[in-house]
């Protein structure tokens, strides 16, 4: 089931072939099972990994209301894509090189995570019929969220697995805005890491 040859190299140089065929014959899966459906069904955010057709690597994250990823059917996955920076790194990267990893973490409950490889590609709102989403789902994504969906990213499912919780935290829910406030946490979505400053100067000294 694995693609990459250095998987095996690797494997046979450090003695582990025999533990990696025992996890590739019963953790791993070209689909989703009922038990994926349901934990993707509940998750409120994703990590995604992209590379462009050169292999320069981007990862990125994604989050909405439990569900907001959509399991279209067991080798079907959709996210929407809301208004962001205009930068678009991963989808430009999807354009180049259609590989795409995701990670689903449940920080709150399992403390187990998900790992979906496949191939990816962009759709447009006026093809979302070749996904068969409801009207109704469409209106509902947008709902809870708030904010219109400008289009979708579809991952064709090509390997799911478990990532085991031994290291994965266990984490608490907060009042973001409370906790912002309590905190005295600066303005997060404008220049947090002082870039313009940093630029500004550099630009003087020069």
Not at 3 to 31: P, V
Not at 94 to 117: A, C, Q, R
Not at 167 to 179: A, F, S
């Amino acid at each position: 089931m694995p693609r990459q040859t250095g998987e095996q190299i690797l494997q046979d140089k450090y003695n582990t072939t025999r533990r990696a065929a025992a996890f590739y014959n019963n953790q791993m899966l070209n689909h989703l099972n009922s038990d994926m459906e349901s934990f993707i069904s509940e998750q409120e955010m994703v990590f995604i990994s992209t590379s462009d057709s050169r292999g320069h690597c981007d990862s990125s994250f994604r989050a909405g209301y439990p569900g907001f990823v959509r399991v279209i059917d067991k080798t079907t996955l959709a996210y929407p894509e809301f208004r962001g920076n205009g930068v678009m790194a991963s989808m430009g990267n999807i354009t180049e090189n259609p590989h795409i990893g995701l990670m689903f973490i449940d920080f709150f409950e399992s403390s187990v995570g998900l790992h979906v490889n496949g191939r990816a590609y962009i759709c447009e709102n006026k093809e979302l019929e070749t996904l068969q989403l409801s009207e109704e789902a469409i209106n509902d994504i947008q709902k809870q969220n708030g904010k219109k969906v400008e289009r979708w990213v579809v991952i064709e499912v090509e390997e799911a697995f478990i990532h085991c919780s031994k290291h994965i935290p266990k984490l608490k829910k907060g009042d973001k805005q409370i906790e912002n406030q309590e905190n005295n946490i600066k303005k997060v979505d404008g220049d947090y890491f002082n870039v313009k400053q940093n630029k500004r100067n550099s630009s003087v000294r020069s």
